[in-house]
């Protein structure tokens, strides 16, 4: 509605001001950048202080459209992928940022400006948003998955948590602190449905049980030994000394009960450490220990990487200006700013190496530590113990990746629900998957779709 | 002659219009068809090619195509049965006169004035939330464990759910149905010394078989579209338990981005309601008719 409005505007004051802007340098037209982001706390912190953007840069207006997860990836996926041209910068992650800079449906990033110290950037961070050579977007934060557990409730029961658990000894500790009458449950796992939600945990369950997507010839490894043993050990975790209704939480809600001192232990990304570890936003603040997630059989791909990062669709006419914010947006000084507003536990993790040589950033973030290094050690292009076709560890980066993820996480949420039996789900699933990849031709001839879409 | 020359301007200035009412409808179907036989990943435009029918059998043999059919016949079949026998016996009773009636009756009927979307979030938020919704107060306040409706009966929520926008609608009809019931009728069989129910049984339902009928036919239609309350509430799932056939469409566009697949099930959705409404316009138009 007001979209209309302010591209006849934009035109006017474009063509009014293009003298002024040859004199005047830098200067914006009246310019309105449409963003579209997730409702992460980090995204949240970033809409509140855009207003110190708008300011130094007068001109520019900031029209938000935050949305949770799912529905922002849908509204995303079909205005990039029909050219919809709504969004001028976009919030995309590990997943998307290589497929669509591969499709050229993104402005590639390249000559980055001297004083944005791209080199600083985390390596394994930057590869995973740059195709041949060219970075396809900047990232807001990078996660791996972390353990967190209740210091407070371990020391009481005697326990010690290790530097780097197993799941076994992860059930163990849960059986012993599972404790629904006083409101405090063993674990708190991801069970809502979604390739990105309770697939990306149980990805990395899977790994470290050696079980695969696919195997070297691109055929599902669903209905396998290593798939059947940590679902199942998944579901009977969860189900047994998990919060009830487990099939209703993702992120978000799993960071709330954590939060709120409803689990002793929880699996997920490390960035919620921000969260937890804030007094004002945290009821266990100063109660929370961070170790490396927990393997099984094998370490290779038992924690995820995931980055949260900024791009501009190839459809926005206002690349330079969208450019213009999204530097800024994961800049040092914006870093630098958060850190003053909100605590230096705040600051948007995983994404600089500077911010890991801040003294002061590793004593205000106990889980500083356990982020860098488990970013550090992850390599998505081995995920597991056998060789795979394809790179990503709690994903795969083929197109196809959403069908098959999403139809598996339905039936498996529906599992925790307790409808369906796990072997069989497994089974159904594995000819499911097997009939897109035959659909999408994977099988007849050699999948051209992987070799451009890795990056 | 004469008649045939003063219509003609009138049918050329109709044409526009029809023809603008035909593209409107035609496109979009022409569309759907064309896609259904394309293999055509939204996320990997370039690689779209014509694969016949293949769509269809992918779409039929997709694990939760049977349970898709199965919800969406179970969920339009009970919320008929409660809107129509709940909406006759409520509006048996506020026929009578009593005090306060205009209230009473504005108050039935408002559950449908509210958006889908708003009642799913009220029911599921205030009313169905295991933890904080009224429901679970009141089962507290009996010392009974609250039900998580939507995890654990998904389906009957969502038919409770649903039913209860419906059931205003089926009110309304059979309200004004019976407002033009022959009062000396009911007198006269009242004199006779016929009772409450021999009277529902002899003067009413008849009397109520038309309106009935509309009832069944104006919903099927809508309840076979049922979305909004779906998507706000259980997501489709747990599992596919929830899922009814316009929800699997949706899965198939918007989660997986197989717009090929999800044309064919479009297809499908419009064959299957054209079944539907063959079989209805049967069992229905017969009652319309008969009188």
């Known amino acids: 509605m007001s979209k209309q409005g302010t591209r006849s505007s934009w035109l006017k004051t474009t063509a009014a001001s293009a003298a002024l802007c040859a004199l005047a340098g830098p200067a914006w037209a009246d310019t309105t950048l449409t963003i579209g982001t997730v409702n992460n706390a980090d ?35 079909t205005d990039i992928a029909t050219h919809g041209g709504q969004f001028d910068v976009i919030t995309i992650g590990a997943y998307e940022a290589p497929l669509w800079g591969a499709q050229k449906w993104l402005k590639p990033l390249d000559n980055l400006p001297a004083d944005y ?28 998955s972390i353990t967190y557990f209740r210091t407070d409730l371990f020391a009481k029961a005697n326990l010690t948590m290790p530097e780097q658990p197993t799941w076994d000894q992860i059930k163990g500790f849960a059986q012993k602190l599972h404790d629904p009458e006083h409101g405090v449950y063993g674990i708190c796992l991801r069970g809502k449905a979604g390739w990105g939600e309770n697939m990306a945990l149980l990805g990395t369950i899977v790994n470290s049980w050696g079980g695969r997507w696919f195997d070297e010839n691109w055929k599902p490894q669903i209905d396998t030994p290593e798939w059947h043993k940590a679902v199942n050990f998944y579901i009977d975790l969860l189900k047994n000394y998990g919060p009830p209704g487990p099939s209703d939480n993702g992120f978000n809600e799993n960071l709330a009960l954590f939060a709120g001192g409803r689990c002793a232990m929880w699996v997920d990304a490390s960035v919620g450490g921000g969260t937890v570890s804030n007094p004002k936003e945290s009821q266990v603040a100063g109660k929370v220990g961070f170790v490396r997630s927990p393997h099984e059989v094998t370490d290779k791909g038992s924690s995820w990487l995931w980055v949260w990062s900024l791009a501009i669709p190839a459809s926005s006419k206002q690349g330079d200006a969208a450019r213009d914010f999204i530097l800024w947006a994961t800049s040092k000084p914006y870093l630098k700013m958060v850190a003053d507003k909100y605590g230096e536990e705040s600051t948007p993790p995983g994404t600089r190496e500077s911010t890991y040589a801040n003294a002061d950033y590793i004593k205000a973030a106990p889980f500083a530590q356990v982020t860098f290094d488990s970013l550090k050690a992850v390599d998505p292009a081995h995920p597991t113990l056998k060789p795979v076709p394809y790179k990503g560890i709690q994903i795969v980066s083929i197109p196809e990746f959403q069908a098959v993820a999403t139809l598996v996480g339905r039936e498996i ?12 789900l497994l089974h159904t699933a594995q000819g499911a998957v097997d009939r897109t990849m035959k659909r999408a031709g994977y099988y007849d001839k050699k999948p051209v779709i992987s070799k451009e879409a890795t990056p | 002659m004469n008649a045939r020359v003063r219509k003609r301007p009138e049918r050329l200035l109709a044409q526009p219009a029809i023809i603008m009412l035909l593209l409107w409808m035609i496109v979009p179907l022409a569309m759907t068809l064309y896609f259904s036989t394309q293999y055509y990943n939204l996320l990997y435009p370039g690689k779209s090619a014509f694969v016949g029918l293949e769509n269809f059998a992918y779409f039929f043999n997709y694990p939760s195509f049977w349970t898709s059919i199965l919800n969406t016949i179970v969920l339009v079949g009970s919320v008929l049965v409660v809107t129509v026998v709940g909406g006759i016996g409520i ?25 889908p979307t708003v009642s799913a979030l009220v029911w599921k938020n205030l009313l169905m939330n295991p933890v904080s919704g009224f429901l679970a107060w009141v089962w507290k306040l009996f010392g009974a464990t609250p039900v998580n409706w939507f995890a654990d009966w998904p389906l009957l929520s969502v038919i409770t759910v649903v039913s209860w926008e419906w059931l205003p609608f089926a009110i309304l009809i059979f309200v004004t149905a019976l407002q033009s019931l022959d009062r000396e009728q009911l007198e006269a069989a009242r004199m006779d010394g016929a009772r409450g129910w021999a009277i529902f049984r002899y003067l009413t339902l008849p009397h109520l078989a038309r309106p009935i009928a509309v009832v069944v036919m104006v919903e099927a239609i809508f309840l076979l579209n049922v979305f909004a309350e779906i998507f706000v509430t259980t997501n489709g799932g747990p599992g596919d338990a929830t899922t009814n056939v316009p929800f699997l469409v949706y899965t198939q566009a918007l989660l997986e981005f197989d717009v090929g697949a999800a044309s064919a099930g479009g297809l499908v959705a419009v064959v299957l309601a054209n079944i539907m409404a063959i079989f209805l316009i049967r069992l229905i138009g017969k009652s319309l008719t008969e009188r």
């Open chain 2, 91 to 115: 509006s048996v009773l506020v026929d009578e006169t009593f005090p306060g009636q205009g209230i009473v009756r504005m108050l039935l009927i408002s559950p449908f004035f509210i958006m």
């Open chain 1, 43 to 77: 995204m949240v912190r970033m809409q509140a202080l855009s207003g110190e953007y708008e300011k130094s840069h007068p001109g520019i207006h900031l029209n938000w459209v935050v949305l949770e997860e799912n529905t922002l990836r849908q509204r995303l996926t």
């Open chain 1, 413 to 424: 949420a529906g599992a925790l629900a307790g409808r369906g039996n796990v072997d069989k």
């Open chain 1, 117 to 144: 110290d791209g080199d600083d950037l985390l390596k394994n961070v930057r590869e995973q948003l740059t195709v041949d050579n060219h970075l396809y977007a900047v990232p807001f934060y990078a996660e791996a």
